[in-house]
């Protein structure tokens, strides 16, 4: 077991976010962007799961904690694009997103909480690869090309946190 401190950077500020300026209100992406913001599979979720999960590896997994917790503050950054965005297209950016033709509620029981590290590594990959399909899927949908740019900034950070929680997993399981 490694006891060492997450070294790998995760910083993402050398590539720059898009400005956040939507071209016209639009109903659907509206819609879109509050289920990135606080669906079942969203910022919102992937926040609140990889706290958890850095609070429970910190004491055995400190590397996997750190680890955690620093791409937790890049969801955040996601989640103030996401509800940015919403806003602007003119949704009320609560905990909640668009279902069933009416809004649900953001609820922690969207998240599975495991404590086995197998499972804890491979559904946050499972969650960064869901999300990239997502928002790769919307990138294709949608017509306003600032939300594109956002969208496709967002996947570039995804894509790097699977690399990352890949090669933990590697290291810590496959070892």
Not at 2 to 8: G, R
Not at 113 to 137: G, P, V, W
Not at 164 to 173: A, C, M, R, V, W
């Amino acid at each position: 077991m490694n006891q060492a401190s997450f070294e790998t950077p995760i910083n993402f500020t050398e590539l720059p976010y898009p400005p956040i300026q939507v071209s016209e209100r639009n109903i659907n992406y509206e819609r879109a962007m509050l289920d990135n913001f606080a669906g079942s599979n969203s910022e919102l979720s992937t926040i609140s799961l990889y706290s958890y999960n850095s609070l429970i590896t910190k004491r055995q997994y400190p590397e996997i904690a750190s680890a955690f917790h620093e791409l937790m503050i890049t969801e955040m950054r996601h989640l103030e694009i996401f509800g940015t965005i919403a806003t602007q297209l003119g949704a009320d950016p609560r905990w909640w997103s668009w279902r069933a033709n009416k809004n649900m509620y953001w609820t922690p029981g969207y998240n599975t909480y495991t404590m086995r590290l197998k499972d804890i590594l491979s559904n946050a990959i499972k969650h960064e690869n869901f999300s990239i399909d997502k928002y790769t899927k919307q990138a294709s949908n949608i017509r306003d090309m600032n939300i594109v740019e956002n969208l496709h900034r967002v996947i570039i950070d995804e894509k790097k946190h699977v690399e990352i929680l890949t090669g933990l997993f590697n290291k810590y399981i496959c070892e």
